[in-house]
T-cell receptor, first 109, second 112 residues
Framework: LAKTTQPISMDSYEGQEVNITCSHNNIATNDYITWYQQFPSQGPRFIIQGYKTKVTNEVASLFIPADRKSSTLSLPRVSLSDTAVYYCLGTGGGNKLTFGTGTQLKVEL | EAQVTQNPRYLITVTGKKLTVTCSQNMNHEYMSWYRQDPGLGLRQIYYSMNVEVTDKGDVPEGYKVSRKEKRNFPLILESPSPNQTSLYFC???????????FGPGTRLLVL
């Protein structure tokens, strides 16, 4: 199972693009990288998932380089409502899931 | 509406008094799991289930039990709760460990 490392916190302003990087040095061949968003006192919500290169949906983009030892979640033009904790999760290998401590993103005016 | 429900949402109990937190999903998901969330420690998986009658330990299983007698239900049992089990608990379900996890609203437990 991939162990992931993320920055503890990040600050941004409304309208800016935010990039959160996750390190997963021991990622397995069949690992997917999945990102979740969590607001206070709510369960995490799935944002995006990828295996390699780039994945984009209506909410975010996910960039995974060729060596797959890291990934970057990109949030375009953030707003106050994007203030949340973001988790990078490695899946694959065993059936157990380890979320880690996440990145607290704070967006200000 | 596709959802994961948990009950109760809030619970205050005393040390040693057995309790059960229920979890139910209506998406016909095979994979279900329980997490606890504590300040500074993120989400930690307690137990997971790959399907009916198939359960396994997560990262922090001590002091907890689970059962999976039906596909839609996955109750979490604390047979003798202790104060260090005071936490916010989440149930989740998905098609599998690689799939998007759908989380319930959470159960806030206080053990005195």
């Amino acid at each position: 199972l991939a162990k992931t490392t993320q920055p503890i916190s990040m600050d941004s302003y409304e309208g800016q693009e935010v990039n959160i990087t996750c390190s997963h040095n021991n990622i397995a061949t069949n690992d997917y990288i999945t990102w979740y968003q969590q607001f206070p006192s709510q369960g995490p919500r799935f944002i995006i998932q990828g295996y390699k290169t780039k994945v984009t949906n209506e909410v975010a983009s996910l960039f995974i380089p060729a060596d797959r030892k890291s990934s970057t979640l990109s949030l375009p033009r953030v707003s106050l409502s994007d203030t949340a904790v973001y988790y990078c999760l490695g899946t694959g290998g065993g059936n157990k899931l380890t979320f880690g401590t996440g990145t607290q993103l704070k967006v200000e005016l | 509406e596709a959802q994961v429900t948990q009950n109760p949402r809030y619970l205050i109990t005393v040390t040693g008094k057995k309790l059960t937190v229920t979890c139910s999903q209506n998406m016909n998901h095979e994979y279900m799991s329980w997490y606890r969330q504590d300040p500074g420690l993120g989400l930690r998986q307690i137990y997971y289930s790959m399907n009916v009658e198939v359960t396994d330990k997560g990262d922090v299983p001590e002091g907890y039990k689970v059962s999976r007698k039906e596909k839609r239900n996955f109750p979490l049992i604390l047979e003798s709760p202790s104060p260090n089990q005071t936490s916010l608990y989440f149930c989740a379900s998905s098609t599998g460990p690689k799939g998007a996890q759908y989380f319930g609203p959470g159960t806030r437990l206080l053990v005195l």
